[in-house]
C-alpha cells in the first residue's frame, strides 16, 4: 500500500513558476513508476508528466519544455517543477503510483492516488 500526499500548489501570476512535491509512505518507491495528472474545472483529467522506475522521463505536449518532473528515491519523493506558467495551466495537480518499471499516459492503469493540490495561474 501507498499512500501519496502532494503539495506546492498555489495562487502564482503567469510567467511565473512554482514546483509541487509528492511524497510517497510505504516501502519500495524506486519499483514504482510515477506521473502527475491535472484536472480543471469542467473538464476531464489529463496526464502531464511522468517518470519510471529508472528515472526515464516522458510529457505532455502541452508542457514540454516548461514543466520538468523528476524524484528521489532516497526521499520518497516526487516532484513537479512547473515554469513560464499559462493561464491554462490552472488546475487541480495529482500526484499517481504505478507499480511497474514503465509508466504510462493512462490514468485508468495507475493504482494509487494522491488527494491533489491547486494550482492557480492568474493572467
Known amino acids: 500500500q501507498v499512500q501519496l500526499v502532494e503539495s506546492g500548489g498555489a495562487l502564482v501570476q503567469a510567467g511565473g513558476s512554482l514546483r509541487l512535491s509528492c511524497a510517497a509512505s510505504?516501502?519500495?518507491?524506486?519499483?514504482?513508476?510515477m506521473a502527475w495528472f491535472r484536472q480543471a474545472p469542467g473538464k476531464e483529467r489529463e496526464f502531464v508528466a511522468g517518470?519510471?522506475?529508472?528515472?526515464?522521463?516522458y510529457y505532455a505536449d502541452s508542457v514540454k519544455g516548461r514543466f520538468t518532473i523528476s524524484k528521489t528515491n532516497a526521499q520518497n519523493t516526487v516532484y513537479l517543477q512547473m515554469n513560464s506558467l499559462k493561464p491554462e495551466d490552472t488546475a487541480v495537480y495529482y500526484c499517481?503510483?504505478?507499480?511497474?518499471?514503465?509508466?504510462?499516459?493512462?490514468?485508468?492503469?495507475?493504482?494509487?492516488w494522491g488527494q491533489g493540490t491547486q494550482v492557480t495561474v492568474s493572467s
Open positions: 499517481a503510483a504505478k507499480r511497474a518499471t514503465a509508466g504510462t499516459r493512462e490514468e485508468g492503469l495507475y493504482d494509487y
Open positions: 517518470i519510471s522506475r529508472v528515472f526515464s522521463t
Open positions: 510505504g516501502r519500495a518507491f524506486s519499483t514504482y513508476a
